[in-house]
């Protein structure tokens, strides 16, 4: 089982919808979380954290269940713009701590 | 500020050669690690290094090495190349322990023939 996992999409959705993305993690250790947008043959960048009590960043909207071990990402208002994989990214703090990347769901928005 | 240098951008090899991927940050992050993104793939963790003078075996380190020459570069060595390792390598930094993002290089895209 991967350590993050991912709908690999992809989603395929008109300008104006609201997009929503799943990740799971299975590693409880785990201590920090990411939403990372990678465009096409480009390195991936930050999106924006998530944290437990949930954040908005504009038309993003992120949330963790620590619980469930589940994380979210909401879209909002979807642009053209937007189109591009997003990667669920998990910290893990141990006696070597490591970054996790998730495989990534692919969005595509059609005008 | 440069954040995440990684060099070359492009390389072809035949299969046998080696190389080196070299990365260099400068901003004074802990934490070091190679990834690989096959096309239509996401990343995968080749191997890390949580502090300078450490390395740890990833997901896929098989026909790798790596080196933490220092805190700012960690590099990777493809000892004997095959057409399987073509990809495209991504080298990242973080600060881990104070759980603030990874910055990444704009990646080597490498052809093995």
């Known amino acids: 089982r991967k350590e993050v996992e991912q709908d690999p999409g992809p989603f395929n959705v008109p300008e104006g919808a609201t997009v929503a993305f799943n990740c799971t993690y299975s590693n409880s250790a785990s201590q920090s979380f990411f939403w990372y947008r990678q465009d096409c043959r480009k390195e991936p960048k930050l999106l924006m954290s998530v944290y437990s009590s949930g954040n908005e960043d504009g038309r993003f909207t992120a949330q963790l269940n620590r619980a469930s071990q589940y994380i979210s990402l909401l879209i909002r208002d979807s642009k053209l713009s937007d189109s591009a994989t997003y990667l669920c990214?998990?910290?893990?703090?141990?006696?070597?701590?490591?970054?996790?990347f998730g495989s990534g769901t692919r969005l595509s928005i059609r005008p | 500020n440069a954040g995440v240098t990684q060099t070359p951008k492009f390389q072809v090899l035949k299969t046998g050669q080696s190389m080196t991927l070299q990365c260099a940050q400068d901003m004074n992050h802990n934490s070091m690690y190679w990834y690989r993104q096959d096309p239509g793939m996401g990343l995968r963790l080749i191997y890390y290094s949580a502090s300078e003078g450490t390395t740890d075996k990833g997901e896929v380190p098989n026909g790798y090495n790596v080196s933490r020459l220092n805190k700012r570069e960690f590099s990777l060595r493809l000892e004997s190349a095959a057409p399987s390792q073509t990809s495209v390598y991504f080298c990242?930094?973080?600060?881990?322990?104070?759980?603030?993002?990874?910055?990444f290089g704009q990646g080597t895209r490498l052809t093995v023939v």
């Open positions: 990242a930094s973080s600060s881990v322990q104070w759980g603030t993002e990874a910055f």
């Open positions: 990214v998990v910290t893990v703090y141990s006696s070597a701590s490591k970054i996790i």
